[in-house]
């Protein structure tokens, strides 16, 4: 029996819960020529939505070709070029017959070698050392092929404020440059650094500026969420009550990986029946099982910063954590201090502001230290 809670990347619609306004939202901005930028949290489920909109484009053979780059693994403009023509290269041999014939042009406007690998059989590029400007070409030409190709594209670049740590600082304006001279390219920028990407699309001396929508993804809503995993347990002979699942996924904050977690957990129990004693086991577990990662954060993170992070796990959410009911309540040293130590804790990114309150960023972490 396959677990339908996913925990990494995106397998059919069935395994995937709703996100039918989003979709809707990134349809409605592609077929009308606009860009998009979808900004979340990490793991909410940006990479996954994408995934999914592009196997609805796929199926419905609307004729829009899809592209998903993902930049992550990138650290410049050369190792993106790499990245967009592998995932090109590979996307056209398996739709056209007729791949080396089309991809030869390609392939020696990029200067490069094509090569097959001697195990998998699979094209691989090779790429000698390129200068900015050779890498800007590059470029270039990669989205004049794509333009050139007379279809509408839409290509999806994820973890898009990499390019924020490339020593090249040309690439947003080349990104504005293709997406006005090709109008059949549309892009979908993603990413979870708030910050980057609003300055990159929301300030008027970048050039970006108000080229892109953009669309910040949020939690599912827990009732679908919740239907989502009894219709699951269900279909597979499990029985589990509608109430208890609602009370888990509160727990974790309706946060999609999180609640993915969990319940792949109590489903790879394959007890037929589920009990809310058993999900409290399942957490236990849990958090026990990252029990070393947890007092590794421990030990990063200086007497104060712990101190705060614990009173804010303990919390869930706090408003103010420089309140002076807060700090009396979990005996927490001076205002001042607090501030110098949410700030840190926010540089790195082991709590986040969302909606006015402040939360502990992992999760599970925010449970264990509730435990504590
Ligand atoms: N709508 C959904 N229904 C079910 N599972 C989902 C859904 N969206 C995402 N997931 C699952 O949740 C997990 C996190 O999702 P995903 O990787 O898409 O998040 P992300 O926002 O791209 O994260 P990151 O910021 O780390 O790249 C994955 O296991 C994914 O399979
Ligand atoms: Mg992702």
């Known amino acids: 029996m396959k677990n339908p809670f996913l925990l990494y990347g995106y397998k059919d619609p069935n395994l995937f819960c709703d996100r039918e306004l989003e979709v809707s939202k990134l349809n409605n901005a592609i077929n009308n020529g606009r860009n998009i930028t979808l900004i979340s949290l990490r793991r909410l489920g940006k990479t996954g939505l994408i995934k999914h909109l592009f196997h ?6 609307s004729a829009i070709e899809t592209l998903y780059i993902d930049i992550m693994p990138t650290n410049n403009l050369g190792d993106m070029v790499k990245e967009i023509s592998s995932v090109l290269i590979l996307q056209e041999q398996k739709k056209s017959k007729r791949f080396l014939q089309n991809m030869s042009d390609l392939i020696s406007g990029l200067k490069a070698k094509l090569l097959f690998n001697p195990i998998s059989g699979s094209p691989e590029l090779e790429f000698g050392y390129k200068s900015e400007s050779e890498s800007l070409n590059d470029l270039n030409t990669l989205f004049s092929y794509i333009g050139n190709l007379k279809k509408p594209y839409v290509i999806a670049i994820d973890e898009f404020q990499q390019i924020n740590n490339y020593p090249e600082k040309q690439v947003e304006a080349w990104f504005r440059k293709f997406s006005q001279e090709y109008p059949d390219i549309r892009f979908i920028f993603s990413g979870s650094s708030k910050h980057i990407l609003e300055a990159m699309f929301t300030n008027i001396n970048r050039p ?12 599912i809503n827990t009732d679908n969420y ?27 904050d309706t946060y999609t990986f999180y609640v993915q977690y969990f319940f792949n957990k109590l489903f790879a129990q394959n007890k037929k029946n589920n009990t809310y004693k058993m999900m409290y086991e399942v957490s236990h577990e849990v958090l026990k099982e990252r029990e070393n990662i947890f007092i590794n954060y421990k030990n990063l993170l200086t007497n104060n910063q712990f101190q705060l992070i614990k009173a804010i796990g303990k919390e869930e959410a706090v408003n103010k954590p420089n309140a002076h009911h807060f700090i009396k309540k979990h005996n927490l040293p001076a205002a001042s201090s607090i501030n110098t130590a949410l700030n840190a804790l926010l540089e790195k990114q082991m709590v986040y502001h969302e909606n006015g309150q402040y939360k502990v960023y992992d999760h599970f972490f925010s449970m264990w230290l509730r435990s504590l």
């Open 56 to 61: 609805h484009l796929e199926q419905d053979k």
């Open 226 to 252: 919740t239907e989502f995993i009894h219709h699951h347990f269900t279909v597979n002979k499990k029985s589990i009550k509608i109430d208890d699942i609602k009370e888990w996924v509160k727990i974790l």
């Open 208 to 219: 970006f500026y108000q080229s892109s929508e953009l669309l910040y993804l949020d939690r």
